[in-house]
């Protein structure tokens, strides 16, 4: 069973505020993952990692930044939210493979 | 660029029924197929495929793979209400990194 956890699970927040979402894993794993996911359409990849220190963008340009200081951690930071970020973002994480394990998501609007 | 397509975007059944739920896809290097189950929010995860022609099975779910079509499908047989979700299918490329599909809302009604 996966153990991974995102919070908040739902955020609603004022343009131009800073937020952090919250992702952390018990697995020990070193790959680590978020993807943004919009109703109804694709989860696509904004930032991965594959250990401490390690951050790399994925394939949908994002203005969200990461950072990766302990295995465990994987936190991703907006430092001006506004309405188009309003999404469902979902961390992950793997072993060796992509067989990735999911968090629950959380749920962002921006008004 | 890669891209994964599923089909059908969404469907609705009957207990009992047996669906087929497809994915194609064209991605460079291929490595690996995985299914995913997703309801309300965190995926989770089905099957992994990589070579062609040999089934997974987890109880009333199969899958398999066809790497010279370049697709997969997932069955699921004697569906049941708890089966409604959406099933995601994602390509791993050379690149380690997972493509996935917009996937397949099933709905399965009483």
């Known amino acids: 069973e996966a153990d991974i956890y995102q919070t908040p699970r739902y955020l609603v927040i004022g343009t131009g505020k800073k937020i952090t979402l919250e992702c952390s894993q018990t697995m020990g794993h070193d790959k680590m993952y978020w993807y943004q996911q919009d109703p109804g359409m694709e989860l696509h990849l904004i930032h991965y990692s594959y250990g401490v220190n390690s951050t790399e963008k994925g394939d949908l340009s994002s203005e969200s930044t990461v950072s990766r200081i302990r295995t465990e951690h994987f936190p991703l930071t907006l430092e001006s939210a506004r309405p188009s970020h309003t999404s469902q973002y979902l961390c992950?994480?793997?072993?060796?493979?992509?067989?990735?394990?999911f968090g629950q998501g959380t749920r962002l609007t921006v008004v | 660029e890669d891209k994964v397509v599923q089909s059908p975007l969404s469907l609705v059944v009957h207990e009992g029924d047996t669906v087929t739920l497809n994915c194609s896809y064209e991605v460079t290097n291929f490595r690996s197929l995985l299914w995913y189950k997703q309801e309300k929010k965190a995926p989770t995860f089905l099957f992994m495929l990589t070579s062609s022609g040999i089934e997974k099975k987890s109880g009333r779910l199969s899958s398999i793979l066809d790497k010279k079509e370049l697709f997969s499908i997932l069955n699921i047989t004697a569906t049941q209400t708890g089966d409604s979700a959406v099933y995601l299918c994602?390509?791993?490329?050379?690149?380690?990194?997972?493509?996935f599909g917009k996937g397949t809302k099933l709905t399965v009604n009483p």
């Open positions: 994602a390509v791993e490329s050379g690149s380690e990194k997972l493509v």
């Open positions: 992950a994480s793997s072993e060796s493979t992509v067989k990735a394990f």
